[in-house]
């Protein structure tokens, strides 16, 4: 699959809905580890809230549905994970208006993204939060740049995957964890595992288009 319309783009997005409310009690049981436990609950009403929005709108652009994405999880997850997690796709306000999702547009947007949630969460690599995921997987999206959208996403889940596990070595340096020091070491970080199975979910959709 090289390229996605707006409207397979809606449906991929409500396609990757899906797969992360699923996931709401293994989030809850990675984030309780360290955490407060409630990660899966708001990642769970930050997409049921996505699912809401989009299935009843038509869109012309990606860009569109990106920021009603953004603008969505803002509003219903709250708190620092709304703010972070809709940075992920709130980059898209100065980028030019994609009528197609292939491997360069979707990289531009992530890219935007990960600038966004690094500048809002002042996180960076070995920080321990979804950063150790979601740079990784960009980086992988910028060396396929000129393969189609199911090769290029396949390394960039790859590449959060193993951003994810690198997690486990870290010490937290962000929320509640990093108040456990040493302890946080083994566990790995649940939000760069929401972003790694947002990422998987993707793929998955793609490759079976």
Do not use: W
Not at 62 to 76: A, F, H, P, T, W
């Amino acid at each position: 699959m090289t390229q996605l319309t707006v409207a397979d783009t809606k449906e991929m997005f409500l396609y990757v809905a899906d797969q992360l409310i699923d996931s709401k009690e293994s989030l809850c049981e990675i984030d309780g580890r360290i955490g407060d436990g409630d990660h899966g609950f708001g990642i769970e009403r930050g997409f049921q809230a996505i699912k809401q929005t989009i299935s009843s709108k038509s869109y012309e652009t990606i860009n569109e549905i990106y920021k009603d994405i953004g603008m969505v999880m803002l509003r219903s997850m709250g708190g620092a994970s709304g703010v972070i997690f809709s940075s992920m796709f709130l980059g898209v306000s100065p980028l030019p208006v994609f009528e197609t999702l292939n491997t360069k547009s979707l990289f531009e947007m992530m890219r935007k993204g990960l600038e966004k949630v690094k500048g809002k969460g002042k996180a960076e690599l070995g920080d321990k939060t979804m950063v150790d995921a979601f740079e990784p997987a960009v980086n992988a999206l910028e060396q396929y740049l000129d393969t189609d959208l199911e090769v290029s996403l396949r390394h960039a889940v790859h590449a959060a995957e193993e951003g994810v596990n690198k997690t486990k070595e870290y010490m937290a340096k962000h929320g509640r964890a990093k108040f456990l020091y040493e302890r946080s070491v083994g566990v790995q970080d649940a939000g760069a595992t929401t972003v790694l199975l947002i990422f998987k979910a993707m793929y998955e959709y793609v490759s079976m288009k």
